[in-house]
C-alpha cells in the first residue's frame, strides 16, 4: 500500500489496563503477536508515516516489545489522569510535517491495514479536511479517528480525562463515517474479550 508520510498515528499504550487483571492486556498475544505489535503492525502497513506510542503504566515493557521498529514513543507523565492527557501527549510528540494524524487505541488486535487505508482513502477523497472514521453496521462510531492538522489544537486542549468522542460530537458536521465491518473494530478490556478476538483472528 502507499506510503503518506504526512499522515501520522497516534497509538495510545499507557492506560494500566485494570479490567484486564493484573497483566498489560497490550502484552497479550494472539496468533504469535502481542496487541500492540498488531496494532502498529496495521497502521504502518495501512500507510501511515510518522507513528507515536504514547506510554504510561508499564512503559519499559511496552518499548521493549516494540524497539527496532520505524516509530517513536512519548511518555505521558499524567497518564493516570486520563486518556485525554495521553493523547495531548501524542499529539504535542508528531512531525511537525503531518497534515492529518489517526488516534488509535492500542488494545484494537484485529485493526487491519485495509481498513486503515480505507479511512485515509477517504480523507484524500473528501480533500483531506474532514475527520474520519469507521462505523459499524448499526452505525456507532469506533476508532481510529483520522484528524486534521486544524483539530490538533483541540485534541491538545482536552480535559485529562476526556476522550476525543465529545469533541467528535461537537463538530458532527465536518466528520466523515466509513461503514466498516464490525469485528475488525473490536477492542480487548478484558479476558473474556481477549478470547473472543482469538477465535475471529483464527477464522
Known sequence: MPTKSDIAAVVLAAGASRR???ANKLLARIEGRTLIERVVDAVEAGGV???VVVTGWDRETVEETLRGRGLRFAHSERWEDGM???IGTGIAALDARASAAFVVPGDMPLLTAQVVAQL????????????????TK???QRNPVLWPRRHFGAL????????????????AA???????EDATLSDVDTA????AARKIAQE
Not at 485515509?120 to 462505523?135: K, L, Q, S, Y
Not at 465536518?174 to 466498516?180: D, G, K, Q, R, S
Not at 473474556?192 to 478470547?195: A, G, M, P
Open 20 to 22: 484486564f487483571g493484573e
Open 49 to 51: 508515516g510518522d507513528i
Open 84 to 86: 485525554g492527557a495521553s
Open 120 to 135: 485515509i482513502d477517504a480523507f484524500e477523497r473528501a480533500g483531506r479536511e474532514r475527520i474520519v472514521f469507521p462505523t
Open 138 to 140: 448499526a452505525g456507532e
Open 156 to 171: 491538545l486542549a482536552l480535559p485529562p480525562a476526556t476522550g476525543g468522542k465529545a469533541l467528535l460530537q461537537l463538530i
Open 174 to 180: 465536518e466528520c466523515l463515517l466509513v461503514p466498516t
Open 192 to 195: 473474556t474479550e481477549l478470547e
